[in-house]
């Protein structure tokens, strides 16, 4: 019979490929060196999801977490912190943001309640005591519609924000407006700025109709590279 591995006989290997006598390339790699592969199995998994290949998600969810482990283990070589310590940490934070099942809340009925309190207890934990505060957190190393969505639905909650969806419109055919009359003159306009400003009331938009517009315009390029090979044949 084939040989199943615990998840501490996985922490051990982890380890031995980082010991003195483990693997040449597993001892040299850092957080740093190790960005790129953690981004990359988190998209190859999200791919996984969206084909709904279940085989392949099973491996890619094992390549996601030999990242994790990774990255845990080189904090502990230097007594930064341990696997242990990040389990405990996330286990800690979701038994905080589910008082509705862990504590005595029972106002949370629904997932938009869920959601609401989610949201609440994030920045009594964060300390954010102001939507600005909040925006400066998401980070930067987002895809940019991505990060641009959240930090819009923050600001969304601060009473600076009027939501005008006909409004987006309206300013979104004045760029284009701009653009297509620039294109006919010698006028000299920042057009990664303009472009800069229409994806960004995509994303506007996107937050309105409570669309991922990181996934819409994935399914978009799809449609479109179809399209290309029907072309093409």
Same mark, same amino acid.
């Given at each position: 019979?084939?040989?199943?591995?615990?998840?501490?006989?996985?922490?051990?290997?982890?380890?031995?490929?980082?010991?003195?006598?483990?693997?040449?390339?597993?001892?040299?790699?850092?957080?740093?060196?190790?960005?790129?592969?953690?981004?990359?199995?988190?998209?190859?998994?999200?791919d996984a999801i969206q084909n709904?290949?279940?085989?392949?998600?099973?491996?890619?969810?094992?390549?996601?977490?030999?990242?994790?482990?990774?990255?845990?283990?080189? =904090? $502990?070589?230097?007594?930064?912190? +341990?696997?242990?310590?990040? @389990?405990?940490?996330? &286990?800690? *934070?979701?038994?905080?943001?589910?008082?509705?099942?862990?504590?005595?809340?029972?106002?949370v009925n629904t997932a938009e309640?869920?959601?609401?309190?989610?949201?609440?207890?994030?920045?009594?934990?964060?300390?954010?005591?102001?939507?600005?505060?909040?925006?400066?957190?998401? =980070? $930067?190393?987002?895809?940019?519609? +991505?990060?641009?969505?959240? @930090?819009?639905?923050? &600001?969304? *909650?601060?009473?600076?924000?009027?939501?005008?969806?006909?409004?987006?419109?309206?300013?979104?055919?004045?760029?284009?407006?701009?653009?297509?009359?620039?294109?006919?003159?010698?006028?000299?306009?920042?057009?990664?700025?303009?472009?800069?400003?229409?994806?960004?009331?995509?994303? $506007?938009?996107?937050?309105?109709?409570?669309?991922?517009?990181?996934?819409?315009?994935?399914?978009?390029?799809?449609?479109?590279?179809?399209?290309?090979?029907?072309?093409?044949?």
């Amino acid at each position: 019979m084939e040989k199943k591995y615990t998840y501490e006989e996985f922490l051990e290997i982890i380890a031995q490929l980082r010991s003195e006598n483990g693997c040449p390339w597993d001892k040299e790699q850092t957080h740093e060196s190790l960005k790129a592969c953690l981004l990359e199995e988190s998209y190859e998994l999200v791919d996984a999801i969206q084909n709904k290949d279940i085989t392949n998600m099973r491996e890619e969810l094992g390549d996601v977490l030999l990242q994790v482990v990774m990255h845990a283990q080189i =904090a $502990k070589e230097a007594n930064e912190f +341990t696997m242990e310590d990040v @389990v405990n940490d996330i &286990a800690s *934070k979701m038994v905080y943001r589910h008082p509705h099942v862990f504590g005595e809340m029972k106002d949370v009925n629904t997932a938009e309640d869920v959601l609401v309190n989610w949201e609440k207890l994030k920045q009594e934990e964060k300390n954010e005591e102001t939507p600005l505060e909040a925006m400066e957190r998401v =980070a $930067k190393a987002l895809p940019a519609l +991505t990060r641009g969505q959240k @930090v819009y639905r923050k &600001a969304k *909650k601060s009473k600076l924000i009027n939501e005008d969806v006909l409004g987006t419109i309206s300013a979104m055919r004045k760029r284009l407006e701009t653009l297509e009359n620039t294109l006919q003159t010698t006028e000299n306009v920042q057009f990664d700025e303009e472009i800069g400003n229409l994806l960004l009331d995509i994303v $506007k938009l996107s937050t309105f109709f409570n669309i991922n517009a990181e996934f819409a315009l994935t399914k978009s390029v799809e449609k479109f590279i179809n399209r290309f090979r029907y072309i093409e044949n």
